[in-house]
């Protein structure tokens, strides 16, 4: 069964920092392109960060220089590093893995984090 375990959401006062990770069965682990998107409330979950297979990364623009992502394949982990926080960070994180397959592609989900910046 693949999973995706999120951990590492707390309360966080503005200005802070926290890394989110998340354990992804290794059996899509090496597959796949791994992202994390947020959810904030009353909004659309929303993808800010992605990372491919040979580690290239990709940023929405509110977390650029912010947010780092990265992965480690020997132990099927994806992390979430985030500096500078703001309020407006303040949202449920979910882990999302993507396999590239035909006809579609398909994708896995965490259940999430909380992260709240706060003071």
């Known amino acids: 069964q693949v999973q995706l375990v999120e951990s590492g959401g707390t309360l966080v006062q503005p200005g802070g920092s926290l890394r989110l990770s998340c354990a992804a069965s290794?059996?899509?682990?090496?597959?796949?392109?791994m992202g994390w998107y947020r959810q904030a409330p009353g909004q659309k979950r929303e993808l800010i960060a992605s990372?491919?297979?040979?580690?290239?990364?990709n940023y929405v623009d509110s977390v650029k220089g912010r947010f780092t992502i990265s992965r480690d394949n020997a132990k099927s982990t994806v992390y979430l590093q985030m500096s500078s926080l703001k309020p407006e960070d303040t949202a449920v994180y979910y882990c999302?893995?993507?396999?590239?397959?035909?006809?579609?592609?398909?994708?896995?989900w965490g259940k999430g984090t909380l992260v709240t910046i706060s003071s």
């Open positions: 290794a059996s899509i682990f090496s597959i796949s392109v």
């Open positions: 990372i491919t297979q040979i580690g290239t990364t």
């Open positions: 999302n893995s993507r396999i590239s397959t035909y006809p579609r592609d398909i994708d896995y």
